[in-house]
């Protein structure tokens, strides 16, 4: 495990502690070892999700099947629709 260098207050509601540490004695966690794996775990998302962005931007050449200029207002649009539709 790397070593941990920086602190942080986070502050729950007690419905919110109330769950985590529910979550922290199933798994025999501390609750802060839980809040570090949403962490990651959202971190990942994150970055699947600008990675997978970027693999749809890279195939927009393929879905033009002539050749020509590219409305870039166009596909910037339905690439923002795209990603957006995505995340929710």
Do not use: C
Not at 5 to 13: A, I, K, S, T, Y
Not at 30 to 44: C, K, M, N, P, T
């Amino acid at each position: 495990m790397a070593t941990l260098e920086r602190r942080v207050q986070v502050l729950f509601d007690p419905t919110q502690y109330a769950a985590l540490e529910a979550e922290a004695n199933e798994h025999r966690q501390s609750v802060a070892a839980v809040i570090r794996e949403a962490v990651d775990e959202r971190l990942r998302m994150r970055k699947s999700s600008r990675q997978e962005a970027l693999a749809r931007f890279l195939a927009i050449g393929d879905a033009h099947p002539t050749p020509g200029p590219i409305n870039w207002d166009e596909e910037k649009d339905s690439f923002e629709r795209e990603s957006l539709r995505d995340l929710l």
